[in-house]
């Protein structure tokens, strides 16, 4: 098998694409619950938020790995989740609701200005004014418990809305990441992003 | 901007894909020079592969990196280095040589069975018998140091082949892996490889 000259796939690769964001809220994740806190700075190292709950180099396997057994430590690659504004109104639309906060989901960071956010590619890189650097690792998907948080949080007259939550937030609930390189993260900041080469493999 | 309800883009995303291969050669690289040493298996941590200079939760930031500080810390998504078999045949075809070895590039494992192993999507998970995983970060780009390590290891006659390696190798020279869950891997081993959702963003 080795010995024959395989012709080589065509497969096409999208260049690297650059483009800008800013920081449209920054929450940490303390406790136990899934809400995050508002603060106007983050401070960032290899683990992870200082302070949240979600740092460290490993995190135990949870539901979202099913491959894993539950509690085993494996690659912590979610220190932050991400959403975007943009992304928040359109499930605010779908629910039928005034707004949907960054904290109720327990969202780290929220952006503003890059389009399709929750669809940004793994290997995503996200530069920050201090230097800090985050790499982005995967689509985050809604869960039960943040529907309840949202239904928590809004006024009365909207009972039942934790389990429209899930259909209406598929593909717009952000994306989780990893610290790549130390630093802060500030209200404002402007946010260099780097999109690597993709492609799609068929096998 | 974020009270206005955007549509969501019409974003193709194709399923999860899951094949199998198989582990042809393992090896570590335990000094400053690019060869690696074969083994029939190798142990895994967090860190990486025990042993291996690539290990640890970080590692200093290189020339693939250009955006960072030189020898800065940053997350370490290089632990280990794969190739297949198949890929490196042509380039062996490419150069006119017989073969082109895994160990003569540094591939810490070499791996066959799987189409265009080059192409394997981040965020691929490469699930091995003994429950190690590995998680697939980024292809791998040819360097000049490979192209001369794979001319001094080639009989007399391939003087001047090292500048030919990296346009032979381009998309060829396999991918880098971080442990997602430590373990062994042995010569021999199934690899049930399972791809991720992919899709195109294009901003």
Redesign the interface.
């Known amino acids: ?9 065509a ?1 096409d ?2 260049s690297v ?1 650059k ?1 800008r964001g800013r920081v ?1 809220r920054l929450a940490v994740a303390a406790g136990e619950e899934i809400g995050a806190r508002s603060l106007d700075r983050l401070t960032v190292t ?1 683990e992870g938020i200082v302070g949240d709950r979600h740092a460290g ?2 995190r135990p396997a949870d539901v979202r790995v099913p ?2 057994p539950r509690g ?4 912590n ?1 979610r220190h932050l989740s991400i959403v975007s ?2 992304d ?3 499930i ?2 779908r629910l039928g609701v005034e707004k949907v906060e960054p904290e109720w989901l327990g969202a780290n960071l929220a952006v ?2 890059i ?2 956010f929750s ?5 995503t ?1 996200l ?1 920050f004014p201090s230097g800090a ?1 985050l ?1 982005v ?3 985050n998907a809604p869960c039960r418990f943040a529907g309840a948080e949202v239904e928590r949080n809004l006024p009365p007259g909207h009972e039942g809305l934790a389990l429209k939550f899930s259909p209406a937030a598929k ?2 609930r952000g994306v989780v990441a ?4 130390p630093g802060e993260l500030a209200m404002g900041d402007a946010i260099e992003v ?10």
Chains 1, 2 share one sequence.
């Open positions: 098998m080795a010995d024959e000259v395989r012709q080589v796939a497969i690769v999208v694409i483009c449209e290899h180099f490993t491959w894993f085993e430590p494996i690659h690659e504004l943009e928040l109104a359109v605010a639309g503003s200005g389009p399709d669809f940004i590619p793994r290997g890189r530069f650097v790499a690792t995967d689509q593909r717009l990893y610290v790549d390189r780097r999109v690597p080469e993709q492609w799609v493999w068929r096998g």
